[in-house]
Structure formats: C-alpha cells, structure tokens
C-alpha cells in the first residue's frame, strides 16, 4: 500500500480525503461510520449556541420568473447542542484518536459568542476550530456565517476574539461569495488564521 498520509497545519493524516462540515458529519455515529471507512479526517457539522431548527422540506425551488429552473439545499447548522456535542467529540476522539477531528464552530460577531463556543468546543478535544463564517444558507439572516466572510474587518475580528481563547489550531472556512477572496484570507491570516 502506497503511503497518502499528509501533514498539515501540525496535524497528521492517514490520507487526504477529509468530510467537510456537511449532512455526513451530522453527528458522532457518521463520522465513526466515515473513519471506520477510511477517510482521514472529518470536520463536524457547525455547533452553535442555538441550534437550527428542523426545515422541511430540506429543498427549496430556484425560480428565475414564474419558472422552476433548480433546487437549492436549505440545510442548516447543526440541529444539536453544543452539551451534545461536547459528549459526541469526546467519542470519536476516544474511538478514533489517530485521526484529526476539527470542530467547526458558528455564531454572530459578538466576542462572548464565539469565545463562550469556542471554550466549550475545545474542551472535548478537537484536533482544530474551523470557523464558520462561510454559510450562506439562513445564517447571513442572522449576522452570521457569509455575513461575516464577506466582510473583512468582521472575519479579522472574529480570529482574534477565538485566537484569545483558543488551545487548538484555528482553520477559517472562508465564503467564495466575494469579489476578491485575498482581502478576507489575509484579514484571517493576519488576526491568527493557524490555516484557511
């Protein structure tokens, strides 16, 4: 067997095929069922204060006019508490210690959110923090996700209030939603971005 393993921002991984923060990694059983699998790594499903309520139907049509022309997904953040969470991290990490486990994280731009997050999350023992300022789906709405991204000073500020707190790496989750992506990454980058 060929190695595929790969080291990055200080973390390493038995290869590098990683489940993003998405429907898979929903909650502890999946991510076990994904590294029992195979896959190297997995980022959970972002944890917020609030969780997202339960939409039905998860799809939504994309009209242009009176036409249908598509289907947009209108999944949320994770549908579990952060005390959920914290027992599902703690899990996966005891069955799986091997492979990184990034908790992604998501809250409007106040400072005590995201250092509250922040503080609770890492103390089940995430390899990293992704931060979720990237979501375009209802949380803009809220004065989160691609809120944020879209916006320089909001994502630099939001780096430093978690790198304040922070014990693991930071990984921010920047949004394509912009005219010219660089000016959020180094605003990331330069507040303590440990990866974008």
Known sequence: MPDLSVNFAGMHFPNPFMLASAPPTRNAEMIKRAFAAGWGGAVTKSITLE???????????LRHGKRNVGMENIELVSQLTVEEWLHGISEIKSAYPDRP?????IAPSVKADWQRLTEAVQEAGPDALELN?????????????????QN???????????????KAPIVVKLTPNVTDIAFIALAAKENGADAL
Do not use: N, Y
């Not at 969780?51 to 049509?61: G, N, S, T, W």
């Open 51 to 61: 969780p997202a309520r339960d939409l039905q139907p998860r799809l939504h049509p």
């Open 133 to 149: 300022v990237s979501c375009p789906h209802g949380m803009p709405g809220k004065g989160m996700g691609a809120f944020i991204g």
């Open 101 to 105: 486990l990034w908790a992604s994280i």
């Open 152 to 166: 320089d000073m909001l994502t630099g500020e939001v780096v430093a209030w978690v790198k304040e707190v922070a």
